[in-house]
């Protein structure tokens, strides 16, 4: 299925949640945080968190910044 | 300070948190993360300003963290809202920050208004604020130096307000310091000088002022050493802290001998 992730398509396999996506990209114990269809999802909830057709995903982290 | 000051700096207080450093920095525009680091560690500060931004996906998976060389263990993090120019935004990114730092509410608000200036919007601003407070958030609010806003954020519930020196990574230094001192004197939580400061001066003129700190980031990161100028701007605002507790002597506008005119045999 196509997803919007961080502003770019994406293919991911159907079905799968959000702790699966995170393993994908190789994120796993990163400190991120997620955002889908511009709800948070917390971190506590990845793998009961289905992604869906078309979900807008944004994964963010901290940066250096003033 | 010494054992025989009177008056000792005791810290200031931001939600609820006492902290020691007047000296808040940001941790943007350094060359790397090792520079970071030893600037911050060099300037003494306790409190660091962080951005939130999109991850890189795919690239770089071992590539070091920010938050491994300024670890929330050992400083308390100020996630931004800098590059926002919407109230949504801003509430959104703060959102985001919660959760990326475990539910932390400390938050550095800024709505901006304009890419040139980097002032900030203060309706937008206003707005903002309303909403993180009824969510719970500590919120540390840039503001202009108008002295009637920074009132109204303070009344909103921000737990400290943030007006600006002069325009963000600037360097004019200290551009109105009567409504700076106006802004102090009405205000019953944490001001703190955001923005604007170019050197170790600035940063004293600032705390001479009154200000219960100063937060910057390009002064420091922008400085051709930058290690070095973050130790003076440690230095500076101890001294223009000292300096304000001291109570400095009126202006006059003729002299004052140092010297005794009794006993000169001339």
């Known amino acids: ?66 | 300070m010494s054992e025989n000051t009177n008056l000792r700096d005791d810290g200031f207080v931001i939600a609820g948190s006492t902290f020691h450093s007047r000296l808040l920095v940001g941790s943007g525009k350094y060359k790397d993360l090792d520079e970071t680091r030893q600037a911050t560690e060099a300037s003494g500060a306790e409190i660091i300003t962080v951005a939130i931004r999109r991850t890189n996906i795919g690239q770089n998976p071992g590539e070091p963290n920010l938050l491994d060389v300024v670890p929330p263990g050992r400083y308390t993090i100020l996630p931004n809202t800098a590059g926002c120019y919407t109230a949504e935004d801003a509430v959104r990114t703060c959102r985001l920050a919660r959760e990326l730092l475990d539910g932390h509410k400390l938050v550095k608000l800024e709505v901006l208004g304009d890419e040139k200036t980097l002032y900030p919007d203060v309706t937008a601003t206003l707005e903002a604020a309303e909403t993180l407070v009824k969510d719970g958030f500590d919120v540390m609010v840039y503001t202009s130096d108008d002295p009637i806003l920074a009132k109204r954020l303070e009344d909103t519930g921000c737990c400290a307000v943030m007006p600006l020196a002069a325009p963000i990574g600037s360097g004019l230094g200290i551009q109105n310091k009567y409504n700076l001192l106006t802004i102090i004197e009405n205000a019953s939580v944490p001001v703190l000088v955001d923005a604007g400061v170019g050197t170790a001066s600035d940063a004293a003129i600032a705390m001479e002022l009154g200000c219960d700190g100063v937060l910057m980031n390009t002064a420091i990161a922008g400085a051709q050493n930058p290690v070095l100028m973050a130790s003076a701007m440690k230095k500076a605002i101890e001294a223009g802290r000292e300096a304000f507790l001291a109570g400095r002597i009126p202006r006059k506008r003729y002299a004052s001998a140092s010297s005794p005119l009794d006993g000169t045999f001339f």
Request: charged fraction near 20%; avoid cysteine.
């Open chain 1, 1 to 66: 299925m196509q997803i919007q992730l961080n502003g770019e398509s994406r293919n991911i396999p159907d079905h799968s949640s959000a702790q699966n996506l995170v393993e994908l990209l190789e994120l796993t114990g990163k400190r991120l945080a997620m955002e889908v269809n511009r709800e948070i999802v917390p971190r506590t909830t990845y793998a009961q968190h289905s992604l869906h057709e078309g979900d807008h995903i944004e994964i963010v982290h901290a940066i250096g910044g003033g």
